[in-house]
């Protein structure tokens, strides 16, 4: 053991006290026991959701040699042994991460595997979403009640898939909208999580699948005015990225996923909206301001832009307009050019210009930070906007070509400076 | 945080409600089997897969279409209650498609419209809730590649048992040639040299 050597050879050459030697031995010691009851908690976690999905997959082979009342009784098997391992967690091992989060992960997937199999006694072709929607209102309570963080993350996963095969995969494709009750319905446990263990990996966990599942669910409200999305889905990444950047950091320093989210989704939304073909269909969608109040894509558009704006003026009041980052206000610019773009083809090289602009400040702010990543973020953001340039028919060739080899040289130029202005520092 | 003895009942109420709902669907398929009537429909079995559910054939049903006079009352996707009945050779047909259930002791299955016919024949074509028979894995593919060699041979007749209460279905057995797919699937592969 190296550090007990380089202890003792402190402490002969009189550089610590005996005592303070002890204390940092001490001090390692408990360290490892905590590492120690990780790995436990992990492999306990690891070792439920193999058990149980294994538990799925046999009960998918179908054993029809079995009699029906046979199979009956083993569709409760795999339910009562989990509630069972559940009930002996909450007498004797309350206090033990793993106990309850390896119990409550093994009955989650004991419930799916009980509901499948009778499903599949029964011949019930119940579509999937359904089938989702029944276990995952199941499974809940053990988020609550074994406070199990592992069975929430998966109960959003689950949730997610139910509205995604509700919604984009099945023939008939209503709007989930009790995937929306089931967010709600784990709100307080992430809640809850953020202000205990803000800086756990499971908030950490949470802060990466919940937004990515709001991300991802949008778009299933659409009915008929799926273009009005688009700018529900712009302030919904301005949301995002002021929440992030509000938040600012945790204590480790690490910008929260809400940023990630904010920015990368701005960014790509905008590339999107930069060619002409989508504005052309917006143009020919004959919205009709009455009947859009009818419409649910309307007024989720309307209640996550005014979310995002308000966020927006708190943000410039407590920090002044100057301090804006460059992603912060892009929403509501683009609010404007799309009211725009319903009327004129002119709102397409308003996104070309808004690209270039946000491309050139964020550089410009990685410049005077001297921060590499957002330096190269920012020229990143106006080659892409150059490559998709690139692929559009409509310039011709030596502008394109001329394009290409200016943002070339500028980036090997940016680059350059901020090294040099570094060495030169360092010097 | 609540106190360990209402963890403990609220953890022992929910166990209940996670019975309930496995149990609730089978004393309600058990009911449907036991006092519903038998219908036959035409069909043909092929042989899909469900990560979470396991090996099922799917089911190509022939008749599913029901005729409507006025097709300005229905959309796709719209909830249907299928009046039932039988043809000469004693197959199930759909007679009538009704916005409520039928007051008499008609049978009917309670659906949703898959799509509208418009031309020819005016109709509402059915999605039938009992399309999936579930078969041990090995046996379902089997199960399609016997039914296919026998319709190319000789034409056979595949057949689908339905037990039908109150709107709702349960598929009890999948017949080639009336004799049930699981001994047919396990004759065939006997036959086999």
């Known amino acids: ?84 391992i ?27 595997g009980s509901i499948s199999l009778v499903s599949q006694i029964y011949n019930i072709p119940g579509n999937l979403s359904s089938f989702f929607f029944t276990w995952m209102l199941l499974a809940l309570p053990l988020v609550y009640l074994l406070r199990s963080s592992v069975t929430s993350l998966l109960y959003i996963i689950g949730s997610t898939y139910y509205a995604v095969q509700m919604s984009y995969w099945s023939y008939i494709t209503p709007p989930a909208y009790l995937y929306w009750l089931l967010l709600l319905l784990i709100i307080p446990y992430y809640y809850r999580l953020y202000r205990t263990h803000p800086d756990s990996n499971y908030t950490y966990f949470h802060d990466l699948l919940l937004p990515l599942s709001v991300i991802i669910c949008l ?23 002021l929440v992030g950047n509000s938040w600012s950091t945790n204590q480790k320093g690490q910008r929260t996923p809400y940023t990630y989210y904010g920015s990368l989704g701005t960014v790509v939304l905008l590339l999107i909206m930069s060619y002409d073909s989508i504005w052309e269909e917006i143009r020919q969608e004959s ?85 590499l990543g957002i330096l190269n973020y ?50 | 945080m609540l106190n360990k003895k209402v963890t403990l009942l609220l953890f022992i109420l929910l166990a209940l409600v996670q019975l309930y709902v496995p149990a609730k669907m089978i004393l309600r398929r058990e009911e449907i089997i036991a006092t519903g009537s038998e219908y036959k429909f035409e069909t043909a079995p092929v042989d899909p897969y469900d990560p979470f559910r396991g090996r099922y054939i799917t089911l190509n049903f022939q008749e599913t279409r029901v005729p409507v006079t006025d097709l300005s ?18 197959l199930a047909i759909f007679t009538e498609a009704l916005k409520s259930p039928p007051d008499t002791s008609q049978d009917y299955l309670t659906t949703q ?7 020819d024949e005016k109709g509402l074509v059915l ?35 339905v037990m039908i209460k109150e709107g709702e279905a349960v598929l009890k057995d999948v017949l080639i040639d009336d004799v049930p797919i699981r001994e047919y699937v396990e004759k065939a592969a006997d036959d086999q040299p």
Request: glycine share 8%; with cysteine.
């Open chain 1, 219 to 241: 778009g299933t409200v659409a009915n008929g005015y799926g273009v009005l999305l688009i700018i529900a889905y712009m302030s919904l990444f301005g949301i995002y990225y």
């Open chain 2, 73 to 90: 009352d229905w959309k796709e996707g719209d909830v249907v209650y299928a009046v039932l009945g039988t043809d000469e050779e004693g």
């Open chain 1, 287 to 371: 919205l009709v301001f009455t009947e859009l109040l009818s419409t649910t894509e309307f007024w989720v558009t309307v209640v996550l832009s005014i979310i995002a704006g308000g966020l927006l003026l708190r943000y410039v009041r407590k920090h002044s307009i100057s301090k804006l980052p460059p992603i912060a206000p892009v929403f509501a610019v683009f609010i404007l050019i799309y009211i725009i773009g319903l009327y004129s083809a002119v709102a397409v090289i308003l996104v070309n210009i808004l690209i270039l602009v946000v491309g050139l400040a964020i550089t410009r702010k990685g410049a005077r930070q001297d921060h």
């Open chain 1, 1 to 84: 053991m190296s550090l007990r050597k380089d202890l003792q050879e402190l402490r002969e050459a009189e550089v610590i006290s005996a005592e303070i030697e002890e204390r940092i031995q001490q001090y390692y010691q408990q360290k490892s026991d905590a590492s120690g009851s990780r790995l436990f908690v992990v492999f306990g976690i690891l070792g439920a959701i193999l058990v149980g999905l294994g538990i799925i997959l046999i009960i998918a082979h179908n054993w029809d040699e079995f009699p029906r009342s046979v199979k009956t009784i083993f569709a409760f098997l795999p339910l009562l042994l989990g509630q069972a």
């Open chain 2, 127 to 161: 999605m039938l809730p009992f399309n999936r028979y579930y078969m041990e894995e090995f046996k379902a593919p089997a199960a399609e590649q016997a039914y296919r060699d026998a319709a190319n041979s000789t034409g056979r007749e595949a057949s689908a048992l």
């Open chain 1, 378 to 427: 920012g020229l990143l953001i106006i080659a892409a906007l150059v490559l998709c340039r690139f692929f559009d028919e409509r310039l011709s060739f030596i502008l394109r070509g001329t394009l290409f080899v200016l943002v070339g040289i500028g980036f090997f130029l940016a680059n350059y400076q901020m090294l040099k202005k570094r060495k030169a520092h360092a010097e």
């Open chain 2, 113 to 119: 419209v898959e799509y509208i016919v418009e031309h």
């Open chain 1, 86 to 112: 559940g009930i002996f967690t909450l007498l004797k091992r309350n206090d033990s991460i793993a106990w309850r989060e390896g119990s409550a992960v093994f009955l989650f997937f004991a419930i799916g």
